[in-house]
């Protein structure tokens, strides 16, 4: 499926970065930082601006995580089953960002396959999820003394974008910014010529 493109996933790693450096100000400076989260989590952009070093994969062998790790696993942490985030805790972590996951129902797949509408069935999963983890977020904030956690909403803050595209500048914010066939996104990236894996213009479509 297709991505939000680079730009819109760099200012969701800005505002993580200020709500970082927000809750740092309150208690010196971030010391270390772990990662729980997919490709969409840019740890190495928020490395560089927090002058941290890169945070290692959590399975490289003898990785030194003496200023972070990054699990890039999805989800980890969110239920008190693997309980990631306590355990962090324990280890001294008082400062956690948590993004909740973007309204990929309306990627250009789903709506190709949806006659060009986002996918409700899919977006109302990640709604779930989302109000989810608000709860557990809430939960641990009472649970955990002296932790600062923030949720930063991507999903709100993709719709927005995506519904009042033309306010931010976008053309398109249905289409893929490559690919072939309906909305560039029947033909998978892998079959498509090298012409079709760039775009004419990435400051057009919201998606890519």
Not at 146 to 157: M, N, P, R, S, V
Not at 188 to 196: N, Y
Request: net charge neutral; hydrophobic share 45%; charged share 15%.
């Amino acid at each position: 499926m297709a991505l939000v493109r680079s730009s819109i996933v760099a200012t969701l790693v800005g505002l993580w970065m200020i709500s970082c450096l927000a809750a740092a100000e309150k208690g010196g400076n971030v010391p270390a930082m772990f990662v729980f989260g997919d490709s969409l989590a840019d740890a190495s952009h928020v490395s560089i601006y927090l002058a941290l070093p890169f945070s290692p994969p959590h399975l490289e062998p003898k990785a030194n995580s003496s200023a972070g790790i990054n699990f890039a696993s999805a989800g980890s942490g969110l239920l008190d089953s693997t309980g990631a985030k306590e355990r962090l805790y324990r280890a001294g972590a008082r400062k956690l960002v948590v993004v909740d996951l973007p309204a990929l129902g309306c990627d250009p797949f789903c709506r190709v396959i949806n006659d060009g509408d986002c996918m409700g069935t899919i977006n109302l999963l990640f709604v779930a999820y989302n109000t989810g983890l608000k709860s557990h977020v809430a939960h641990l904030s009472q649970k955990l003394p002296g932790l600062t956690i923030i949720q930063f909403k991507a999903y709100d803050y993709l719709m927005n974008i995506i519904q009042n595209g033309e306010a931010y500048g976008f053309k398109d914010t249905k289409s893929a910014c490559c690919g072939l066939g309906l909305l560039y996104a029947q033909v998978p990236r892998g079959m498509t010529t090298t012409k079709d894996l760039f775009c004419n213009d990435t400051n057009a479509c919201v998606l890519g």
